[in-house]
Structure formats: structure tokens, C-alpha cells
């Protein structure tokens, strides 16, 4: 379990505010709360997110000022870029010191080092009801898993119903406009969580799935540019949509084919239920695939099935891309067992058949006490590469 899903944000101790801490929690938006001396009070479990904070990050920001913590944060991720902190001081600070002045008590704790600059910002003569900026943190952190580019906040004034002055609410979001976010969130929830489930690297066992095109060369010459891109189109929703109802994450869609892992943290720690989760994915793929021929075509996916016993899992996030990853030997044998099928088979090792318990085997028909192997390398067809990096390995057809 990471621990940022420990974190148990604490409550304003003002009612008004709390009121409004209950209900930013309740929605699951992203932001937090500040006080009338821009100290913050309250953040969301969601903020705390979307930062990469641990709990006990997240618990160092309470009590402190946005000016203090973006200096004295252990937390790269409150860093923003110098010419982002620049614009960020010149927008925020006139606002923050319509509020208060360098005879307030509060505010050396407020300003900390800076406070001889900021007593000579001017103040804003009329403090705004609301009001945005965009910032940007340091290039460096882009390859931090929850760097965000560029993001954006709005803060919004809280006064009571008497109109005294109680602090500030404090959004912010990823820059992406909602109608993309939109789009992205048509994606399966319970594969994302699966997946954030894994934003750190790690040794995890898995099954290992492969699937290619048989003769994709020939099709793509058969079929019209159209009519091939339509086909893997529908090959690819047909692997996702296979691994994805089997509880697999999906991996890596290279042109014609594709990758999925059933980690075994995913079932209750059963290595034989991700077993089991491998072959029935593999199952609907090979079987799923005789709907896309089009016309008198014939289409046929080959698929290999292996098991990782320690397999480095982990989320690559970048400007352009975020998916799970997995590396090690298990991987590299499990595209070479793929390469081996042939005529839409499904090739499965003995790795990953006799993680099957007794109850798993039944329900998919296989007995693993009574299967013969072949090792790869005496298969028909193997190519050198097969043979070379997966020959001893022995598998059978299911």
C-alpha cells in the first residue's frame, strides 16, 4: 500500500471553515484550505494526490504559510520553476498583503526570510472575490511520477455571513481543459487504480501475457488502409477490453499486438487466481478475435502466457505518456514463447500452469498434473531468437 492513501486530512477547528473542509473532502476535489493569515488549515486527501505527498508531507504543511512551505519543504514537488515563483509572488502577494501588515504578529511567520521584501509590495486596494494563476514547477521534476507541468489554481475568498474575512479556498488542477479530462476519463476507473497502485517501482510477481497478429504483413496488403487500421483497431480494443474485465493491466501496444499483467497483489496476493486471470484473458482474446475478419479475411492472434516470480513493475509517467511497465528475464521469455504460437494458439508455460490450485485448474479446465511440455527450443517454427533467449523453457498449447 503507498503511503499517500494513509493520509487522513485534519479538520479546520472553525466551524465555517470545517463545514467547507467536509464538503471539498466529500466532492474529492483537489485543494485546501488557507486561514485569514494564509496558513494552511486543511488539505484534501485528494491535493495530497495529486502532490505525491506522503502522509507525513502532507502534515508538515499545516500550520505554515504557502510562503514558508515553498522554501522550506523537504517536498520537491511544492517547488515551483524561479520564473514561475517570480509570477507567483508578484500576483499572490499584493492580495496577501491586503490583509496583512509588517506590524501584524503573524506576519514574520507568514514571510519568513522574506519578510523585508514583502513589507515593501504595495497591498491591493480591494481584495479580489476570486482570482487564478497558473504556475509551473522545476523542469527536473518532470520525471517524478506525479509531476503535474503546468497547474492551474483558483482561489476563492471565504468571508462569514457577517462578511468578515476567514481565509482562503484554494483549488488547483492539472492544466488539461475538463473536456479533455473528460475524454481520458472514459478509461476504465478500476484499471487506473490498479495502476496508480504501482506508481512506484517494485519486485512483483505476475502473469505475463503476449498477443500478436498472425501474418500482419499479409493483411495489411489484403485489407485497405482503412480497413487494417479499423482491424487493429478492433484487435486492440478487444486485448484491452479482455484484460481489463479480468482484473490484468494492460501493457504496451506494439502496431499490431499487445501486453498485460495480472499482478498476483491484484488478487489477494493468489498466485493462482492471476493464473487463472491469464488464461481466461488469453481465452476471450483468441476466441474474441474470429468477429473482426473482415469479409472472407481470416484473422488470428497467436498469444504466449508466462509467469514473473520478480518482475520489476512500475509506472513511467512523462509529458507524453503514462503506463506501466514491467522488466525483467520473465518478460523477455514471455514475447518469445508468443513468437513460437502459431495458427491462433495460445502457448503457455509450465511456470505459469502449475501456479493453478486445484480449484482454479477445474474452472478452467486444465489439469496440471497431467499435461505434457515440449520445451521451446523443440517446437516447430522457433525462430533462433526463441530458442536462444527461451529454448529450455517448456510450454504447452491450452
Known amino acids: ?73 523537504d517536498a520537491d514537488i511544492m517547488r515551483l520553476s524561479e520564473e514561475s515563483a517570480r509570477a507567483w509572488w508578484r500576483h499572490h502577494v499584493p492580495i496577501m498583503r491586503h490583509y496583512l501588515a509588517p506590524g501584524d504578529p503573524a506576519f514574520e511567520d507568514v514571510f519568513g526570510p522574506l519578510s523585508d521584501t514583502a513589507a515593501r509590495v504595495g497591498p491591493v486596494e480591494v481584495a479580489p472575490r476570486a482570482w487564478h494563476h497558473t504556475s509551473s ?47 481520458l476519463s472514459r478509461g476504465d476507473q478500476r484499471l487506473f487504480e490498479r495502476m496508480d497502485r504501482v506508481s512506484e517501482p517494485g519486485r512483483r510477481s505476475a502473469g505475463i501475457l503476449f498477443a500478436d497478429l498472425e501474418a500482419s504483413s499479409a493483411l495489411s496488403r489484403r485489407l485497405s488502409s482503412r480497413g487494417y487500421f479499423d482491424l487493429i483497431s478492433g484487435v486492440t480494443e478487444l486485448i484491452d477490453s479482455s484484460v481489463i474485465a479480468r482484473d490484468g493491466i494492460i501493457g504496451k501496444h506494439a502496431g499490431d499486438g499487445g501486453s498485460a499483467l495480472f499482478l498476483a497483489a491484484d488478487f489477494d ?30 484473422v488470428k492472434l497467436n498469444i504466449g502466457v ?8 512500475g509506472q513511467v509517467a512523462t509529458n507524453g505518456r503514462l503506463e506501466v511497465t514491467a522488466l525483467g528475464d520473465q518478460m523477455n521469455e514471455g514475447a518469445r514463447i508468443e513468437a513460437a504460437a502459431k495458427d491462433g494458439s495460445i502457448l503457455a ?50
Open 137 to 183: 514547477f522545476r523542469p527536473e521534476l518532470r520525471v517524478r511520477r506525479f509531476y503535474l507541468g503546468d497547474a492551474s489554481e483558483m482561489q476563492v475568498r471565504i468571508n462569514d455571513d457577517d462578511g468578515r474575512f476567514l481565509g482562503v479556498l484554494w483549488l488547483y488542477r492539472g492544466a488539461l481543459r475538463d473536456s479533455l479530462l473528460a475524454r
Open 269 to 298: 496476493d493468489s498466485e493462482s487466481a492471476a493464473a487463472r486471470a491469464t488464461i481466461e484473458a488469453a481465452r476471450a482474446i483468441r476466441d474474441g478475435v474470429e468477429h473482426l475478419s473482415p469479409g472472407d479475411v481470416c
Open 1 to 73: 500500500m503507498q503511503e499517500e492513501s494513509t493520509y487522513a486530512p485534519q479538520l479546520p477547528e472553525h466551524p465555517e471553515l470545517r463545514e467547507l473542509a467536509l464538503a471539498i473532502e466529500s466532492f474529492g476535489a483537489a485543494g485546501e484550505i488557507l486561514d485569514r493569515s494564509f496558513r494552511c488549515v486543511f488539505l484534501s486527501t485528494e491535493a495530497a494526490r495529486i502532490l505525491g505527498l506522503s502522509a507525513e508531507d502532507a502534515g508538515r504543511l499545516y500550520g505554515r504559510s504557502v510562503i514558508r512551505r515553498s522554501i522550506e519543504s
Open 306 to 313: 508466462h509467469w514473473g516470480a520478480t518482475l520489476m513493475v
Open 349 to 398: 508455460s509450465k511456470d505459469l500452469i502449475e501456479r493453478l490450485d486445484s480449484g482454479d485448474a477445474e474452472l478452467t479446465g486444465i489439469d496440471p498434473d497431467a499435461i505434457a511440455y515440449t520445451p521451446l527450443g523443440e517446437l516447430e517454427g522457433a525462430s533462433e531468437k526463441a530458442i536462444r533467449d527461451a529454448g529450455a523453457i517448456p510450454v504447452t498449447a491450452i
